[in-house]
């Protein structure tokens, strides 16, 4: 009788192994799990950093004149009373598989 009921306790313990490694909510999904919360993490730090710096500009932006500026000369192409501007224009590089152009004439 006795070991009857061990062999019972064995199998459920088996199986209750069996169950926490590979069943639903086991060890593989805790793992799998706390690596997404780890990523998940990361990714929030990120944006976190990316809306403090956002805000910073936002705020430059509301109290600031220099940043005004600033985002002006560099996207609109600002140009006050009295300053000269000047392009520079770079000549387009010559593609070396271009054939030389000849004379015409063959052989």
């Known amino acids: ?15 209750l192994q069996l169950k926490l490694w590979t069943g639903s909510g086991g060890m593989r999904e805790v ?5 997404a919360v780890q990523k998940q993490s ?5 944006l ?5 710096a956002l805000a910073a500009d936002v705020s ?3 109290h600031g004149e220099q940043a ?3 985002r002006a000369r560099a996207e609109l192409g600002l140009i006050k009373p009295g300053e000269t501007f ?6 387009p590089a010559v593609s070396a ?3 030389p152009a000849s004379g015409g004439g063959g052989h």
């Open 68 to 70: 005004v500026e600033a």
């Open 31 to 35: 793992q799998t799990l706390r690596a």
């Open 86 to 91: 000047y392009q520079v224009v770079e000549r």
């Open 1 to 15: 009788m006795l070991r009857w009921i061990a062999l019972v306790l064995l199998v459920v313990l088996i199986g």
């Open 97 to 99: 598989s271009a054939p």
């Open 48 to 52: 976190l950093q990316r809306n403090q």
């Open 42 to 46: 990361g990714e929030n730090d990120k």
């Open 60 to 62: 430059d932006l509301k």
